[in-house]
């Protein structure tokens, strides 16, 4: 049975795909996103509401002001008080694990962005992290075939210079994880986005996160990028933090830090 759906999933999008050649959108117009970019305004997710003003994700305290009914503000609270016993579940201490949607445009490491008419893809290499966006007409995949992922389903169109794209399917609670100061999403969470290059050496990604489980309105972030300087002798390399990983977390969730020998040489150590 299980075998029977997936032919039937695969068949289902590869129908899909065949029928949905429209247009990128009007006037396709992206600009040029080629080399290497670094995100501005460190790990804080919202900077503009980052308390203290020059807070650093993972300070013990730091916190945002995402718009948080009742409940789920009583949960990050909580949340916040992890990250002051250096006890926060983060799934990407786990090496391996996506930053997933939309922490991938909270990444500190270098990224790409690859633009073609159809497709979209948003690369880090802080990895393996990869955001596809569908800009070939397709739709979002159906209620009965998809399921919460880390990225989530992206699908958009261009008009003109700016890209827009709505993204559901997230996985919650559980997986969706903004930043390490605590902010998590529900399950019912999904965002709009756009993505734009207000000047040459520029991309602004605007985020507007609706979630009504856990927000009382909608939340819009903005995230700047810049072009790192040096044109083709820039390039991102592999990361494997799976190989000689010193920073294990323990079974009371403390990340440690290892010495060459794999002895425990501090304990508890918050990461950035």
């Known amino acids: 049975m299980k075998l029977k759906h997936w032919m039937l999933l ?17 006037g396709f117009n992206p600009g040029d996103y080629t080399g290497v970019w670094r995100m501005m305004g460190g790990t804080i997710f919202d900077r503009s509401t980052a308390e203290p003003a020059n807070a650093a994700a993972g300070q013990p305290g730091a916190r945002e002001r995402p718009p948080y009914n009742a409940e789920w503000e009583k949960k990050y609270l909580a949340r916040i008080e992890l990250v002051k016993q250096d006890k926060l579940p983060d799934p990407i201490s786990n090496c391996g694990t996506p930053i997933g949607f939309p922490r991938i445009f909270n990444a500190p490491d270098g990224y ?40 989530g389903d992206s699908v958009g169109s ?42 040459a050496d520029a991309i602004e990604v605007k985020l507007t996160i609706e979630d009504p489980k856990a927000f009382a309105r909608p939340w819009v972030v903005t995230k700047r ?9 820039i390039r991102i390399m592999d990361y494997a933090c799976a190989e000689n990983n010193r920073n294990p977390v323990d079974a009371d969730g403390k990340t440690l830090t290892l010495d060459t020998n794999g002895k425990v040489i501090d304990a508890g150590r918050s990461r950035p």
């Open 225 to 233: 990028f810049t072009r790192i300087p040096g044109g083709d002798e």
């Open 112 to 151: 790409e962005f690859v633009v073609t008419p159809k497709q979209t893809w948003i690369l880090t290499e802080n990895g393996p992290n990869t955001l596809r966006i569908y800009t070939d007409g397709r739709k979002h995949l159906p209620d009965d075939f998809i399921w919460p992922t880390y990225t």
């Open 10 to 26: 695969a068949t289902a999008v590869a129908c899909g795909v065949a029928q949905a050649q429209a247009p990128a959108g009007a």
């Open 158 to 199: 261009w008009q003109g210079d700016t890209l827009t794209f709505t993204t559901i399917g997230l996985r919650g609670e559980d997986g969706t994880i903004v930043d390490r100061t605590g902010i998590i999403l529900s399950d019912a969470a999904h965002a709009t986005t756009q993505i734009r290059k207000p000047t």
